[in-house]
């Protein structure tokens, strides 16, 4: 039986989210448009909260600049399957996964509430943190003023993506500057210890049969010279002001050998992380690696857009598990999923 799939694509609030959305969602339309297991449609929501219906990201609008109402209609003449969500920005991640479950759609990966909650880098580690995950000490400043977290300490907006708005502050001198820069993303800055220079790793996770399968660890290139991932280490555009993927390029990122003693260590902590936030298909995880090898929680981002490029992918096909199974392997646990789950 063939499964109607709908991509969720674009951003209501800025053109950066909505190219970011562009580029995963082409990797995932690449991988899958042509199975014949699958019919998919695209849905592109613009700057501004208007929809499209394209046939590809590169033809031209099919239906028109739509409001919601009629991007509903849409949706309900389609009789959609699945919802794929490609959606990067924070009512992406929460809104408009919401409104898919008002009108009893399917939508693979984590639910509104999760991803609204560890949206919030200081909730998340709260929960991870009750959950016995290690976790830097920290804490939160609306204005510039002291902290209470010795330094050194990273400053980063309490709530963005992509490492905008992040600094490493040896002193006290350069505190207010910093969480100055911070605010300018978010309403909130996370004060958070610096760990010693060790190694960063992300942790996948994706649930298979209904049992936690932890993938090969992804590690990112840190130095003395540049101690903490910066914007410019993931992100980037070209001199025809394309956005692309910096982070797969093999001098700052790479897979660590199953083998490696650091993996064990992640690994049970991801998993708590995982059951903690209350992940569903699969989750994504920050760890600072101190120089004893502990690892320390930084972050959950719980995407996952099916795409050759997308980190989680890149991590299973590590593991010998193709994008295309992977992503069959998310659908048949929604199929398996207990009502009201």
Not at 116 to 135: C, E, H, I, P
Not at 312 to 318: F, G, L, Q
């Amino acid at each position: 039986m063939t499964t109607t799939v709908l991509a969720l694509v674009g951003s209501a609030v800025d053109r950066f989210h909505a190219d970011l959305s562009a580029v995963y969602a082409t990797g995932f339309l690449g991988a899958v448009s042509d199975d014949p297991e699958y019919r998919v449609h695209i849905a592109v929501v613009t700057p501004g909260g208007r929809w499209q219906f394209v046939d590809s990201l590169d033809a031209a609008v099919d239906e028109g600049d739509l409001t919601v109402a009629q991007a509903i209609e849409r949706i309900a003449s389609l009789h959609i399957d699945v919802v794929v969500p490609q959606m990067f920005c924070l009512p992406g991640m929460t809104t408009y996964r919401s409104m898919f479950d008002l009108l009893s759609v399917p939508v693979l990966g984590n639910r509104p509430a999760v991803m609204a909650m560890t949206a919030d880098k200081n909730l998340a580690r709260a929960v991870v943190a009750a959950a016995g995950v290690s976790v830097p000490q920290g804490e939160v400043l609306r204005a510039p003023g002291a902290t209470t977290v010795p330094f050194p300490v990273v400053v980063k907006p309490v709530d963005s993506d992509n490492s905008v708005g992040v600094d490493v502050v040896e002193d006290d001198s350069n505190l207010d500057a910093a969480v100055r820069e911070a605010l300018r993303y978010s309403d909130a800055a996370l004060v958070e210890a610096y760990v010693p220079l060790g190694r960063e790793v992300r942790c996948g996770i994706i649930e298979r049969d209904g049992e936690l399968v932890c993938l090969p660890l992804e590690e990112y290139a840190v130095d003395d010279a540049n101690p903490i991932r910066s914007r410019t280490d993931k992100l980037d555009r070209s001199g025809d002001g394309d956005l692309y993927l910096v982070a797969k390029n093999s001098t700052k990122a790479w897979i660590v050998d199953a083998d490696d003693l650091v993996t064990e260590r992640v690994w049970a902590a991801a998993r708590a992380a995982y059951g903690a936030l209350g992940c569903r298909h699969y989750g994504l995880f920050d760890f600072r690696i101190d120089p004893d090898g502990n690892p320390w929680f930084l972050e959950a981002g719980l995407y996952c857009s099916y795409s050759p490029g997308s980190v989680i992918a890149v991590m299973a096909s590590a593991a010998d598990i193709s994008v295309t199974e992977l992503f069959a392997l998310s659908l048949r646990e929604l199929k398996n999923e207990r009502p009201g789950r």
